[in-house]
Every structure is written in C-alpha cells, then in structure tokens.
Nanobody, 117 residues
Framework: QVQLVESGGGLVQAGGSHSISCTASGSIFRFNVMGWYRQAPGQERELVATVADGRVTNYADSVKGRFTISRDNGQNTVYLQMNSLKPEDTAVYYC???????????WGQGIQVTVSS
C-alpha cells in the first residue's frame, strides 16, 4: 500500500503563482512515476505533469512553460510549481503514484486549486 498526502491547495489570483506538494509513504518501490492530474467540474480527469524517479518529466501541452514538476526522492515528495495561473487551471488536483513493474497505481484524495480572474 502507498499513501499519498497532498498539501498546498488554495485560492490564487490569475497571473499569480502557487505550489502544491505530495508525499508518498508505505511500500515505495524504485522505478516509479509520480505526478499530478486534475479534474475540473464536469470534465474528465487529465494529466498535468509527471516525473519519474530518474527525473524524466512529462507535461500536458496546456501547462508547458508555466508549470514545473520536481521531486525529492529521499523524501518521496513531488512538487508542482504553477506560474502564470489562469482561471482554466481551476480544478481539483490529484497526486498519483505508479510503479509499472508491480502494477501499482495509487491516488491522493485531491486538493482544490482555484484561480480567480
């Protein structure tokens, strides 16, 4: 089992910056991928960004150049720095942990990020 605890949700003005983080605990295996997904009201959950423990990153086109994902492997923590926020970035942000070799896929409870115009 892997537990994911997210923190940092809140209200931000458009154009501003905000960061969120997620710490994993439990049975953490190497060669995992941690990341963030988001779900806006009435929409499907979508990828925001992921980072492998080898530091390879992947971003949705909608956030490239504005968001930066990073991780601290020693702390099993993933960070998402969000800059130049837009109202359309408003969503519940979910932390995700995947470890493909052992078919593991865990989700956090989600945190609300609201960007006001």
């Amino acid at each position: 089992q892997v537990q994911l605890v997210e923190s940092g949700g809140g209200l931000v003005q458009a154009g501003g910056s905000h960061s969120i983080s997620c710490t994993a605990s439990g049975s953490i295996f190497r060669f995992n991928v941690m990341g963030w997904y988001r779900q806006a009201p009435g929409q499907e959950r979508e990828l925001v960004a992921t980072v492998a423990d080898g530091r390879v990153t992947n971003y949705a086109d909608s956030v490239k150049g504005r968001f930066t994902i990073s991780r601290d492997n020693g702390q099993n923590t993933v960070y998402l720095q969000m800059n130049s926020l837009k109202p359309e970035d408003t969503a519940v942000y979910y932390c995700n942990y995947k470890q493909y070799r052992n078919h593991l896929d865990y989700w956090g409870q989600g945190i609300q990020v609201t960007v006001s115009s």
